[in-house]
């Protein structure tokens, strides 16, 4: 499938020892990469998914910790230690349907997981952020957090959401010391969207380079997916002290999507 992957190299130096991170999603994808950069700057990393083999996978590889949890459901969000000084929602989920047909029970799952979850983990780790007059908290949102498709309600629905959480935190963090901001990536080389191509591929009985061309990349004037590592470069740059100053802000990794 489309061109090889671009090596990203750690260009931004941060020092986050002594710096705890919580990662949802860390299990695979953008999440994995961003735990794994943590990791690398010296943070002690959390790292949340519902699948439990990757979690702890990937917590070894960070030599960080892993919960196995269902980010829908709230009793087991309110159980994590919140205790963190970096905070990366990332879990995340599509589910490709028309309005009319929309399953309700999905849309409410999609938006527990992307929205409330977000929510009550920023909401109790707060405190400890306050107490110690630093905070960072990285919404990974989407290109479908400034953007809308069809056959996506629940996932822009709730990738909007998130952008207007990001900001009322942003204002009431800044007189702690916590900024909150949201990364919009367009189409980033994960299982997610591998997976998508694949289908596409399969129902549209054209190849999946063609998927990636015409119907991924039609919108970004930058013909090409963005690695994992660069979402996570970005993340790396919003924990260091020349970012202090950025919050509220939504930046777009998008190749140009919307310029247009
Ligand atoms: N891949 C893209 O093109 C792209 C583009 C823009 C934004 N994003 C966003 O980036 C984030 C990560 O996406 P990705 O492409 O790395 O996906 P991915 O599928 O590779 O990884 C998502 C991870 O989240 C975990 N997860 C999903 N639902 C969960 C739940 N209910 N509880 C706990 N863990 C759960 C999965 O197990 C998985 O490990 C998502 O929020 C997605 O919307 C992705």
New binding site residues.
């Given amino acids: 499938m489309t061109a090889e992957p671009v090596a990203v190299p750690h260009v931004v130096h941060v020092d986050l020892s002594g710096r705890g991170a919580l990662v949802?999603?860390?299990?695979?994808?953008?999440?994995?990469a961003c735990a794994l950069r943590l990791a690398a700057a010296g943070a002690a990393v959390l790292v949340?998914?519902?699948?439990v083999e990757?979690a702890k996978a990937v917590a070894a590889e960070a030599g960080g910790r892993a919960e196995g949890?269902?980010?829908?459901d709230p009793g087991a969000v309110d159980r994590l230690d919140a205790d963190v000084d970096i905070v990366v929602n990332?879990?995340?989920?599509?589910h490709v349907a028309p309005v009319q047909d929309f399953p309700t029970d999905r849309f409410a799952?999609i938006h527990r997981?992307?929205v409330e979850?977000p929510f009550r983990i920023i909401r109790r780790s707060l405190p400890h952020m306050y107490a110690h007059g630093w905070g960072r908290i990285v919404n990974?949102?989407?290109?479908?957090g400034l953007r809308a498709s069809p056959y996506k309600s629940a996932?822009v629905s709730a990738?909007h959401a998130l952008e207007g959480l990001s900001k009322v935190v942003a204002l009431e963090g800044a007189a702690h010391g916590v900024t909150a901001n949201c990364i919009?990536?367009?189409?980033?080389?994960?299982?997610?969207?591998e997976s998508q191509i694949a289908d596409q591929a399969a129902t549209h009985g054209i190849g999946e380079d063609e998927v990636v061309e015409k119907i991924m990349l039609a919108r970004a004037a930058i013909k090409r997916?963005?690695e994992?590592e660069e979402?996570a470069e970005l993340v790396a740059y919003l924990c260091a002290p020349p970012a202090a100053f950025i919050t509220g802000a939504s930046i777009a990794l998008d190749g140009g999507w919307t310029a247009n």
């Fill in positions: 949802t999603g860390g299990g695979s994808g953008i999440g994995r949340v998914d519902r699948n990757a949890i269902d980010l829908a990332n879990a995340g989920l599509q799952y997981v992307m979850a990974i949102s989407s290109v479908h996932y990738k919009n990536p367009a189409y980033v080389r994960t299982a997610l969207v997916l963005i994992p979402v």
